[in-house]
C-alpha cells in the first residue's frame, strides 16, 4: 500500500511533464473550448484523464504514488497561479490576450477563423446578451478563459425621452 515501486523524484517528474504538456494542449486548442464546456468535451477530459493516468503513476498504485502526484499537481498549479499573478507577460503566455470580436458592430473575421468561433455561435451568444443585430454592439470580446464580453452601444433617446427632456420645468431635478 505504502511501498513506491519507482523513486519518488520519478513521479514529480512525471507529474509535471504531463501536467505541462496537457495546459500547452489546452493552450493550442484555443479559448473558445476551455470556456465552453460541451458534452463532448467533458467526455474528452475524461478520456484524457485515463490515458495520462499511467503516464504519471507508472503502473504504481500505492497510496503514496498517489499522493505524490497530487502534491505535485497541486504544487504545479499554485506555482504557475502564483507567477501568472505576478508577472502580466507570463500571464499573457500562460492565459493569452482577449481577442476583440465585434467592433462598432464589425465582426473581426480573422479572429472568428483563428478561435473557430461560427456566425451561429456568435449569433446565440448576442442574442443571450439581448442584442438582436450587430449594430447593438459596441464590444464583443473573447475573454482568456473563453467567456464572451458583450459592450452594448448606448441606445439614443427615444422621441418621448426628448420631448420630456425639452419640456421639463427647470426647478426639477
Known amino acids: 500500500m505504502w511501498h513506491l515501486e519507482a523513486p519518488w523524484w520519478e513521479f514529480v517528474l512525471r507529474g509535471l511533464i504531463v501536467y ?19 458534452p463532448f468535451d467533458l467526455v474528452l477530459l ?8 499511467n503516464a504519471m503513476n507508472a503502473g504504481d498504485n ?4 498517489g ?18 499573478w505576478r508577472s502580466r507577460r507570463i500571464e499573457s503566455i500562460v492565459d493569452g490576450t482577449p481577442q476583440i470580436l465585434i467592433h462598432d458592430g464589425h465582426v473581426n473575421e480573422a479572429v472568428m477563423r483563428r478561435e473557430r468561433i ?16 450587430l449594430e447593438q454592439v459596441r464590444f464583443a470580446i473573447l475573454e482568456t478563459d473563453g467567456t464572451v464580453s458583450v459592450m452594448k452601444r448606448e441606445a439614443p433617446p427615444s422621441e418621448e425621452q426628448q420631448l420630456g427632456a425639452l419640456w421639463r420645468d427647470p426647478g426639477e431635478p
Open 67 to 84: 499522493l505524490i502526484l497530487a502534491l505535485t499537481l497541486f504544487g504545479a498549479d499554485a506555482t504557475l497561479g502564483y507567477f501568472t
Open 118 to 133: 461560427s456566425s451561429h455561435e456568435l449569433q446565440k451568444i448576442l442574442r443571450r446578451q439581448g442584442c438582436e443585430r
Open 46 to 53: 475524461l478520456i484524457i484523464s485515463n490515458a495520462v493516468q
Open 20 to 38: 505541462g504538456s496537457l495546459l500547452l494542449l489546452m493552450r493550442l486548442c484555443g479559448k473558445r473550448q476551455t470556456g465552453q464546456l460541451t
Open 62 to 65: 500505492s497510496v503514496a504514488a
